[in-house]
Structure formats: C-alpha cells, structure tokens
C-alpha cells in the first residue's frame, strides 16, 4: 500500500484531497449500488425483512438512484436498497400464495 505523507499539506490543499476522497468514495458506493441493482429485473419476485416488521414479498416495479420500489403483496411501496432485497423462486411464491393470477377471458 502506497504512504501518503500529509504532513507537508497546507489546509486548502488537504480540504481539496478530503473533496476528492469524498467523490471517490460516493462513486465507489454508486457503482456497488448499480452492480446491486443489476441482480433484478422489473417484475421479479424478491423479498426483504425490514426493522420491526415480518418479512415481505412482493414485486419490483421501479429503479431509482439508490434504491428499488417493491410493491408488496399487501399492496404497500417500499423503496428499498438492492442490496436488502432477495429474489424469491417461482416455487416459493408459489407456496406463499404470493402469484396472484388472474384469468383473461375473451369476450366474443
């Protein structure tokens, strides 16, 4: 690992390299968000376990900047960060009753 000697810095040369870690940083941390992200599609099943509640099932309907909005089973909208979320198989949806289909029939 490189040594970075900081001594030597004056403060508005240490303020621009506290600047450019802080970008860094929020770029490594968008880039796993995005690769997180990448796991689900619109329309998958996924489940997660927020504080104080059971766990929950439900739909993704939407991507947004940090986080991905789950339409659960009961109807709710959670925005929740991808990396909370697990898909769930078709066999457990399933047996959770959690596949809601509903039959079109064709007027003639």
Do not use: C, Y
Not at 60 to 86: C, E
Not at 93 to 100: I, L, N, T, V, Y
């Amino acid at each position: 690992m490189m040594k970075l000697d900081i001594d030597g810095l004056t403060e508005a040369e240490l303020i621009e390299l506290n600047h450019r870690i802080v970008d860094r940083l929020r770029f490594l941390r968008q880039m796993r968000t995005h690769a997180a992200m990448l796991e689900f599609r619109i329309g998958d099943r996924v489940s997660f376990h927020p504080s104080d509640h059971p766990v929950l099932s439900g739909i993704v309907t939407r991507f947004n900047r940090k986080t991905v909005t789950v339409i659960t089973d009961n109807g709710q909208h959670w925005n929740v960060a991808p990396r909370l979320l697990s898909k769930v198989e078709a066999s457990e949806a399933q047996r959770a009753g959690g596949d809601k289909i509903i039959p079109f029939r064709r007027s003639e």
